[in-house]
């Protein structure tokens, strides 16, 4: 069986995701900031009836425009191991087969770090990071990426 990966992009980055855990790409819907959400969490969406935390990438990964939802752009609807989660992207830019390019390891330790990305797919002489949401879901986002809190 041949993997097939979604590129995607926010801001000024680019990053994949494995199409076998997107459950759906939508048009981005209403999210609803709530009090006490963890940090790098705007708030919840909700889908099929079932709520669904909607994670800020963009305050994740130090872009501009973090914890503001962009009119026009989609929502990944992605199969966590810990459930369904909204991913926010502005463009769904491929989606190919992996034999099209190769997989290999990460040479920016700053991406590794901030995008939970040890490996990076290599398309058309672009590296796009392969996103490892479980990792990036599982661990606090950077203190460096976010504003103090009063």
Do not use: W
């Given at each position: 069986m ?10 000024n980055?680019?990053f994949?995701?494995p ?8 048009p ?6 709530m009090?006490?959400l963890p ?11 079932e709520?669904a935390p909607?994670?800020?990438?963009a305050?994740?990964w ?9 009119p026009?752009g989609?929502?990944v609807?992605y199969?966590?191991?810990a ?12 989606i190919?087969d992996?034999d099209?390019?190769?997989v ?5 330790d ?7 990305a040890?490996?990076d ?15 990036l ?9 976010h504003?103090?809190?009063?």
């Open positions: 041949i993997r097939k990966l979604a590129i995607f992009s926010i801001g980055r680019v994949c995701l199409i076998e855990r997107i459950l759906h790409i939508i981005t819907p209403r999210v609803f900031h009090p006490l940090q790098g969490v705007s708030g919840i969406i909700l889908f099929q009836q709520v909607f994670i800020d990438l305050s994740r130090g872009l501009s425009g973090g914890g503001q939802v962009k026009g989609y929502t609807i199969g966590s191991d459930g369904v989660i909204g991913l926010p992207v502005e463009q769904v830019l491929h190919v992996q099209q390019g190769k290999e390891k990460s040479q920016n700053d991406q590794r770090a901030i995008m939970a040890d490996f797919f290599v398309f058309r002489k672009v590296r796009y990071p392969m996103v490892d949401v479980e990792l879901i599982s661990t606090a986002p950077p203190e460096s990426n504003p103090a809190t009063p």
